[in-house]
């Protein structure tokens, strides 16, 4: 069974830093591009972030280029995602997501809460 | 980056259809064949129902269909059912490794 389970939520200030992690069971982690997407509670959904299975191939949302980086550990099964420079419109729920090579996304994390606020 | 229009709402009847629209630009809908949507429940994270504009993922019922005309992609649901009631987003490439997702449409069963 496929499991995508989030973590390292929580309340920062802005300005600050947060890094997600993501850990992968129930299929070869190494061979699926993997991405973040985030919601506001109550609100839509908002592409984040993308990369390839080696790595070496990463995008952003404008929103995110430049305090976001994306990042995979195959060896441990486990996507990450450190944000800097935390804003308040970057409060959301954070979802770990598997692509299924066909440019969209099947498998969804539960998903962590970030909160932005002083 | 901005997000594909979609109509806040759509209602409809059991057994009846409803077509949700999904308007973008050149750069995404437009100018891919990439165009997947998405079910949400409440409280629940999102299901894929539609990928590639028009293929559906093994399991989703056929009375769920997407096609796309020019920068308009859209789903329809046929024979509307209760569980059917939920949040609907589509999805783009956008080229350069980026997606964009629809602004949202929530579907009430009447």
């Known amino acids: 069974e496929v499991q995508l389970v989030e973590s390292g939520g929580g309340l920062v200030q802005p300005g600050g830093s947060l890094r997600l992690s993501c850990a992968a069971s129930?299929?070869?982690?190494?061979?699926?591009?993997m991405h973040w997407v985030r919601q506001v509670p109550g609100r839509g959904l908002m592409w984040v972030s993308l990369i390839n299975p080696d790595g070496s191939i990463t995008g952003y949302a404008d929103s995110v280029q430049g305090r976001f980086t994306i990042s995979r550990d195959n060896a441990k099964n486990t996507l990450y995602l450190q944000m800097n420079s935390l804003r308040a419109e970057d409060t959301a729920v954070f979802y770990c997501?598997?692509?299924?090579?066909?440019?969209?996304?099947?498998?969804w994390g539960q998903g962590t809460l970030v909160t932005v606020s002083s | 980056q901005s997000a594909l229009t979609q109509p806040r709402s759509v209602s409809g009847s059991p057994g009846q259809s409803v077509t949700i629209s999904c308007t973008g630009t050149s750069s995404d809908v437009d100018g891919y064949n990439h165009v997947s949507w998405y079910q949400q429940h409440p409280g629940k994270a999102p299901k894929l129902m539609i990928y590639?504009?028009?293929k559906r993922p093994s399991g989703v019922p056929d009375r769920f269909s997407g096609s796309k005309s020019g920068n308009t992609a859209s789903l329809t649901i046929s024979g509307l059912q209760a569980e059917d009631e939920a949040d609907y987003y589509c999805c783009s490439y956008a080229g350069s490794y980026t997606y964009v997702f629809g602004s949202g449409t929530k579907v009430t069963v009447l």
């Open positions: 590639d504009v028009s």
């Open positions: 997501v598997r692509d299924t090579s066909d440019f969209s996304f099947d498998y």
């Open positions: 129930g299929f070869t982690f190494s061979s699926y591009w």
